[in-house]
């Protein structure tokens, strides 16, 4: 297993062998695991390409170290707990030695099914069991996997469906969260219908039973293709560099892209961070309770955990049913020892009062997370005296979809853990403040663009179908570095603390939504004229979504309207994205060019509309009046 680090000093000492010989560091991580060829090179790297590659030469599979490598030590112990929507219904367990039958079986009726190395296959599915197995069968047999979070609309999986050129999409018929039996088969048909030449079939996981449209030359049943399937299937060897999922995700512009991963660097790293950053000890049971359509969910519920051998828990349902007490009951029932989760979360529960938290045993905790925007010292203070009692350090990781693990991040009992920071990187992780013009800001006490200036093993290799984008988004603001997007502050002691995004991304719920995609998807109704989206500083989402809409003379009804809006932005993307305020404006102010100033807008959406600086050099200074008198009124509502 890869080195856990237990004191400062050690951390200290690790942090500075890892930049002074960064590959002597990561060849030594990367000796714990099973592979089937060594690696001839452990790096070699060109942030203008990108070309970055990891383990150069080694051959392995991912799931024969998740899986296989622990069937003689630890065969018998729980490696995946799952819970159920229903508060009374029953946990599920398999043991490493079940979960590997699974996968095996699942890897086998995929084969059979035409299924093979380098074939895309998109996952559209609740938080069951067979997710995580279905991900691990891919994996099995070298396909590429790629999860659609379900609650993205039948356009969006349409769109990502087409951009991977996938062949099978696996679903389910029906979805439960909460109260909700959400009808996921009909959104995949609604896709299909929309045009997936490339699909071939679509394999169904029956969840609820209930009835779902059927058609016969392309839909089969997940229990039918399983059946009599052989428990065991050869893995098929990877390349290091060969791709193991693709994940798609917001920018600043056009549409979702693909974020890709690859087998070697990807498993060395997410393993080495969740034992690091969780400091999982053999007994524990650790529990995140992302969706496995989100980043997270793959590296930290799926990947590393099982890497390291862990019991991982899986939950089906939501915070808040049957009531804001759910998160707490499992941890008490489950004795859950790490728990990590989103700011949203704790925030929402947190509104709900201190007496859901109070009802549970929550001894047993010794670890807590936060993951996908930046906590506020409320909800930490909360977090750490309601749920961890005062005795479980907190730790605020900062990481990304593409960054495929966590990069800075309090180590528990080992990095002291001011409230609202991300604190430190990681071994092996290198990031640097830089000012608009890529100069680097040295010494502490200072503000800046967040850069990472090395790689790391599981770093976005390129993006699906387009490598020129990857380049352009991520390597061509600063040379040579990598650019996050995100502002981070570096305080007097050298601890990081993320601001937020620097771009137009808004972070709503820790889900990134690129304001040019709610744009488009707005644009789509047929009386908007124009229309500009911004992010607003909101108490339970972190930030919420506000749009300026400029429509034609059509529009008598503005509340009608407004939900015809929200219907368009449901159907294009989903409604993770739906505007949380929508202001029907005579015009946009716009700079001499014609660009919109978002800064304006984001200041007027904040409410703070006294200081908006010099606006005489718009185009149309006089729109910002009207716009500001729109945004009281609005904003009264
Ligand atoms: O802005 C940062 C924010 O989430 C972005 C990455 O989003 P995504 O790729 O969806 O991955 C989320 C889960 C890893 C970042 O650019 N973010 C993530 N973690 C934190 C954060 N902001 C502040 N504090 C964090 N701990």
New binding site residues.
């Given amino acids: 297993m890869t080195l856990q680090i237990k004191n400062f000093k050690q951390y200290q000492k690790e942090y500075a062998r890892s930049v002074k010989n960064p590959e002597q560091f990561w060849h030594d991580q990367a000796l714990s695991f099973y592979w089937r060829k060594p690696w001839k090179k452990v790096v070699e790297w060109d942030f203008k390409g990108p070309d970055v590659k990891w383990f150069i030469g080694g051959k392995l599979n991912i799931t024969e170290n998740c899986l296989d490598r622990h069937l003689a030590e630890r065969g018998d112990k729980v490696a995946l707990l799952w819970e159920p929507n229903e508060a009374d219904g029953k946990t599920k367990s398999y043991t490493y030695r079940q979960l590997h039958a699974e996968v095996c079986k699942t890897a086998n009726a995929l084969k059979a099914n035409g299924i093979g190395k380098g074939d895309r296959v998109i996952f559209y599915m609740p938080m069951v069991p067979e997710l995580a197995i279905g991900v691990l069968a891919c994996a099995r047999i070298g396909a590429v996997h790629s999860v659609v979070f379900a609650g993205f609309s039948a356009q969006a999986l349409a769109d990502r469906v087409n951009d991977a050129t996938a062949k099978m999409i696996i679903c389910s018929d029906f979805n439960k969260r909460g109260k909700k039996n959400i009808p996921v088969k009909k959104v995949v048909d609604d896709a299909m219908a929309m045009g997936c030449p490339s699909v071939e079939t679509v394999l169904c996981h029956q969840n609820t039973g209930q009835e779902v449209d059927w058609n016969p030359e392309i839909d089969k049943w997940w229990h039918e293709e399983l059946k009599g399937r052989r428990t065991s299937c050869k893995p098929t060897i990877m390349d290091s560099e060969d791709m193991l999922f693709i994940l798609y ?1 917001s920018g600043s512009t056009g549409k979702p892209k693909g974020v890709v991963h690859t087998c070697g660097g990807y498993m060395v790293y997410t393993c080495y961070s969740f034992r690091n950053v969780f400091q999982y000890q053999e007994d524990d049971i650790y529990w995140c309770t992302a969706d496995i359509g ?3 969910g793959h590296s930290y519920i799926v990947y590393g955990p099982l890497l390291a051998g862990a019991t991982t828990v899986m939950f089906e349902g939501v915070p808040t049913y049957p009531d804001a007490g759910r998160f707490w009951e499992i941890c008490d029932k489950l004795k859950v020892n790490q728990f990590y989760t989103a700011p949203t979360a704790i925030r929402a529960l947190m509104a709900r009062g201190d007496e859901y938290v109070e009802k549970y045993d929550l001894s047993t905790l010794k670890v807590l997370g ?6 506020n010292a409320e909800a930490w203070h909360w977090y750490d005296e309601k749920v961890g009692k005062g005795r479980c350090p907190i730790v ?7 960054t495929g693990g966590i990069m800075i991040t309090p180590i528990p009992n080992v990095t002291e853990t001011p409230p609202t920071f ?1 604190t430190l990187p990681l071994p092996g992780i290198q990031p640097c403040l830089v000012d608009k013009d890529g100069n680097e800001i040295a010494g502490n006490d200072v503000e800046g663009l967040l850069c990472i200036k090395f790689p790391w093993p599981s770093m976005i290799r390129t993006t699906y179908g387009d490598h020129e984008r990857c380049r352009n988004v991520y390597f061509s603001a600063f040379e040579n570095k990598y650019f ?3 502002g981070a502050r570096r305080n007097k002691d050298g601890m990081y603390r ?1 601001i ?2 620097v771009d137009d991304v808004i ?1 709503v719920s ?3 939504i690129g304001t040019a995609e709610v744009e488009n998807a707005i644009n789509e109704h047929d009386n908007v004229v124009e229309s500009a989206v911004v992010g607003y500083p909101h108490d339970i989402k972190g930030q919420g979504i506000y749009a300026y809409i400029i429509t034609n003379e059509n529009v008598t009804d503005e509340e009608a309207f407004r939900k015809e809006v929200l219907q368009v932005v449901t159907r294009e993307i989903g409604p993770i994205a739906k505007p949380d305020m929508i202001q029907v404006v005579p015009g946009l102010p716009k700079t001499r060019s014609g660009k919109i100033m978002r800064r304006i807008l984001r200041k007027i959406a904040e409410g703070d509309v006294s200081k908006l600086g010099d606006v005489s050099t718009l185009l149309n200074p006089e729109v910002v009046e009207q716009i500001k008198i729109g945004a009281l009124v609005e904003l009264k509502e």
Avoid: C, F, K, Y
Avoid at 396 to 402: A, M, R
């Fill in positions: 995700t989100w980043i997270t936060t993951v996908g925007e930046p906590i605020d990781t900062w990481w990304q979809t593409e991300a996050t997007g995100d993320i937020g995004r972070n820790g889900h990134r």
